[in-house]
């Protein structure tokens, strides 16, 4: 059995700037959630999807987005980056039908 | 009010202590409730479910209080390899976890 995956590992971006994370989901996992985590902090839910759609989000702006792709992999994109995006960005996969999830291990973002 | 609060800790035990977090969450919709082990730079790893009947895995103890709203873990005759922030988290009934801040535990010799 596979585990999640995340690419790239770490990432160096500067203000105004676009960055795609990508995630592929633990082997069977057919939903795909983001959370982006600040230093000191517990990560904090972005987005969900399922069934190539988004299933529920956070508090974050439009300038956060995604996709899932058929073989339920996904993408998280942000757009014109500030400082503040700077954080380790995690991708959880997990069963619609179950409620654990499973983390990837995470890419780290820093904003200059 | 923070959703899901905890302390912080850090908590600084010695080797073969118990020790006993707690944490409170808001929304009594809450579904499914969860510890998490986040190692320094790495991603959560599921520790345990928390049920209402509460729950055992080895050294581990898990507890949930739905009238409280309130979850505990209780970790007896700690290893040094038990040093680790453990998240507390919640499951809404949207369907997204919720989670603490963590509280930071240090086991030492």
């Known amino acids: 059995e596979t585990g999640v995956t995340q690419s790239p590992t770490h990432l160096i971006k500067t203000r105004g700037q676009q960055v795609t994370l990508r995630c592929s989901s633990q082997s069977g996992h057919n939903t795909v959630s983001w959370y982006q985590q600040a230093l000191g902090q517990g990560p904090q839910f972005i987005f969900q999807?399922?069934?190539?759609?988004?299933?529920g989000r956070g508090n974050f702006p439009p300038r956060f987005s995604g996709l899932q792709f058929p073989n339920y992999s996904s993408e998280l994109n942000v757009n014109a980056l500030e400082l503040d995006d700077s954080a380790l960005y995690l991708c959880a996969s997990s069963l619609v039908s179950r409620p654990e999830q499973f983390f990837g291990p995470g890419t780290r973002l820093t904003v200059l | 009010r923070k959703e899901v609060e905890q302390d912080p800790g850090p908590f600084n035990v010695p080797e073969g202590a118990t020790v006993a977090f707690n944490c409170t969450y808001s929304?009594?919709?809450?579904?499914?409730f969860f510890w998490y082990r986040q190692d320094c730079r790495k991603e959560p790893k599921l520790l345990m479910s928390v049920y209402s009947s509460g729950n055992e895995d080895g050294r581990f103890t898990a507890q949930l209080n739905r009238a409280s709203q309130y979850i505990s873990l209780l970790i007896r005759d700690s290893k040094l390899s038990d040093s680790a922030t453990y998240l507390c988290?919640?499951?809404?009934?949207?369907?997204?976890?919720?989670f603490g801040t963590g509280t930071r535990l240090q086991v030492f010799p």
């Open positions: 988290v919640v499951k809404t009934n949207t369907d997204k976890l919720i």
């Open positions: 999807y399922y069934r190539e759609e988004e299933n």
């Open positions: 929304n009594s919709a809450s579904q499914s």
